[in-house]
């Protein structure tokens, strides 16, 4: 569990680097998702069905990954906005 571990909080924030800035293309996103079931094949072996494999470590798909990184950052900047535009309405007011 401790190679999971190092692929969830090591690998995957490197691969999906900037994901939120750049939407990935179907074909990037298969990119990634085949070097990662590479690398649950080699922690685990050959196993029959990644979904049960993915389910049982809490790994979501590639896709899955950036939009919910994208969705952050896009709340992030919506966030930061509204702290902007309520500053400057106080300032003016």
């Known amino acids: 569990m401790i190679t999971v ?7 995957l924030p490197l691969m999906l680097y900037a994901v939120e800035a750049v ?3 179907t074909v990037n996103c298969h990119v ?6 590479r690398a649950l ?3 685990f072996g050959s196993c029959d069905n990644q979904e049960f494999l ?3 470590i809490g790994l979501d798909y ?4 950036s ?3 994208y969705f952050r950052f896009d709340d992030g900047l919506v966030g930061d906005a ?3 535009l309520f500053a400057f309405n106080s300032l003016c007011f």
């Open 67 to 69: 939009q919910q990184k």
């Open 32 to 37: 990634v998702e085949n070097c990662t079931n």
């Open 41 to 43: 094949y080699r922690i």
């Open 62 to 65: 590639m896709e899955v990954l």
């Open 82 to 84: 509204r702290y902007f």
């Open 54 to 56: 993915r389910s049982c």
């Open 5 to 11: 571990q190092l692929l969830m909080s090591y690998c």
């Open 23 to 25: 939407s990935l293309s």
